[in-house]
């Protein structure tokens, strides 16, 4: 199995920064992606990023240019950088790893920002 965990999240006044980790553990396979996305309250789970086991990055426009997705120096860790948050940006955000054979979920960390 796959374990994913986030970490990252808080309060944050609006135009803060907040930086969230991906750690993902267990049987991963040697090639994976992982995709950020978030809830918010009464809304269906949103797509915001990917980062492909290559390298190439996608982005939600609703976030393009103020979050950027990148791997750590283990390749286990991903980071979700989040700059100029605004109280739009409150959920629950999650990490999936996403491979050929399954996907794996995270509980997903809070974000809240206040105006």
């Known amino acids: 199995q796959v374990q994913v965990v986030e970490s990252g999240g808080g309060l944050v006044q609006s135009g803060g920064s907040l930086k969230l980790s991906c750690e993902v553990s267990g049987r991963t396979l040697s090639a994976y992606d992982i995709g950020w996305y978030r809830q918010a309250p009464g809304k269906e789970r949103e797509y915001l990023a990917r980062?492909?086991?290559?390298?190439?990055?996608q982005y939600e426009d609703a976030v393009k240019g103020r979050f950027t997705i990148f791997r750590g120096t283990t390749k286990n860790v991903v980071y979700l950088q989040m700059n100029n948050l605004k109280p739009e940006d409150t959920a629950v955000y999650y990490c999936?790893?996403?491979?050929?054979?399954?996907?794996?979920w995270g509980r997903g960390t809070q974000v809240t920002v206040s105006s």
């Open positions: 980062l492909w086991d290559n390298g190439l990055k």
């Open positions: 999936k790893y996403i491979s050929g054979p399954g996907n794996a």
